[in-house]
């Protein structure tokens, strides 16, 4: 069982309550994402927010009232289930961070993932995360996942 794990805003965005939504999904994120929500709302792995309040902020500036992704977040919160981590990165993680083009609030996601227990961040984001997936795992010793990878890992 995972003690924690970081997501990325997005996933919680494709976590949608329509089936029309997730019918017309090319990447399968929207059920993916739907899936992981519903694991993840039924088990007692906790979500890690940075320390500043920056992740939460996005969170609660993007997440829809009344969807999924608002939901969960009001439920982990009730739930102390809401683990605040350091959210900032060394200097040469910066570094690697940089060459990446990882861009700042996206860093934040990534700085709390090695600074979590698990070092498992979920993410659907394709420009930043997914597409340098095996050198954040090298240099950062992070695993990023799509949602729909890590249902396994939620019990």
Do not use: W
Not at 25 to 50: I, M, Q
Not at 79 to 87: A, L, N
Not at 104 to 118: I, Q
Request: proline content about 2%; aromatic content about 4%.
């Amino acid at each position: 069982m995972l003690s924690d794990i970081v997501v990325d805003t997005n996933v919680l965005m494709h976590s949608r309550n329509s089936v029309a939504d997730i019918v017309s999904d090319p990447h399968g994120f929207l059920r993916g994402a739907s899936e992981f929500v519903c694991a993840f709302e039924n088990c007692h792995t906790k979500l890690c927010v940075d320390d500043a309040g920056q992740i939460l902020g996005e969170y609660m500036g993007k997440m829809v009232p009344g969807k999924a992704g608002a939901s969960i977040l009001a439920k982990l919160a009730l739930t102390k289930r809401i683990r605040r981590v350091h959210g900032q990165l060394n200097q040469t993680h910066r570094k690697h961070a940089n060459t990446m083009n990882i861009v700042a609030r996206d860093r934040t996601f990534l700085a709390v993932a090695v600074h979590s227990d698990e070092k498992l961040l979920v993410s659907h984001d394709m420009n930043h995360f997914l597409r340098h997936k095996q050198d954040i795992r090298t240099r950062f010793q992070v695993a990023v996942l799509k949602a729909c990878e890590c249902l396994h890992r939620l019990p």
